[in-house]
């Protein structure tokens, strides 16, 4: 049975830019079966009307819409709200190092930025509607979260947090395992990297000032770095 993503059929109700004179956009889905509450028992045949993007009215039965509005007909779905993924990363391939290190010399970030965008197009189609990135391009997640506020790609909402900020030889030191002469041109172009409390309030206004949403702060070592405490 195919799921319906309730949160991704709102959204495609936005209100358009002369909202002020125009009327409001009426869509009225029709859902075989509806999860509204978590924990409880789903609801059967039901209506959904929303009302320029937002949901009012639940009613029994699959209810005929009204002049003018949308009818999206899932009478054989099942419909929930989107979910939502505290801790992703969009950008890049992810989740795959030896890959990483034998496409280094031929990969660069504009193909991360189309991987990217195939990601968070996976993402929704996956049933997520909201996600926290946690770690990627800070000036390309920033234009993925932007694009997809604007309707132009496909995707979850983002909350992004651009390039954790971190202790040198920490988790997010880009600095890890690579060579001497390449590790120092890697630190000579970091940002995120930080040591005390004013170089550290230095890096994370360098990623507040490249979009992000959120901080994520890495105090020691992890799986990136040559070792576990730093």
């Not at 959904?48 to 029994?60: P, Q």
């Not at 969009?90 to 795959?96: A, K």
């Not at 890890?176 to 230095?202: I, K, Q, S, T």
């Amino acid at each position: 049975m195919k799921t319906a993503i309730l949160v991704a059929l709102a959204a495609a109700t936005a209100i358009p830019a002369d909202a002020q004179t125009a009327p409001p956009a009426v869509t009225y889905i029709q859902a075989g079966t509806l999860l509204d509450r978590p924990g409880q028992a789903p609801r059967g045949a039901t209506t959904i009307i929303v009302r320029d993007g937002k949901i009012v009215a639940l009613r029994d039965g699959f209810v005929p819409p009204e002049a003018g509005a949308t009818l999206v007909d899932l009478r054989t779905a099942f419909v929930m709200p989107g979910m939502v993924d505290m801790h992703v990363h969009l950008w890049g391939i992810g989740g795959d190092p030896m890959r990483a290190r034998l496409e280094a010399m031929t990969r660069d970030r504009f193909d991360d930025e189309m991987t990217a965008v195939a990601n968070a197009r996976q993402t929704l189609a996956a049933g997520f509607t909201s996600v926290r990135d946690l770690g990627g391009d800070p000036r390309g997640i920033r234009a993925l979260r932007d694009a997809i506020d604007a309707g132009a790609i496909e995707g979850p909402s983002i909350t992004n947090a651009g390039e954790m900020i971190s202790v040198t030889g920490g988790h997010g030191d880009g600095g890890n395992g690579l060579a001497e002469e390449f590790a120092n041109m890697v630190h000579g172009r970091e940002v995120n990297v930080c040591n005390g409390p004013d170089d550290c309030r230095r890096a994370v206004r360098a990623q507040v000032a490249l979009g992000a949403r959120v901080i994520k702060f890495a105090a020691t070592g992890g799986v990136l770095s040559n070792a576990a405490a730093a």
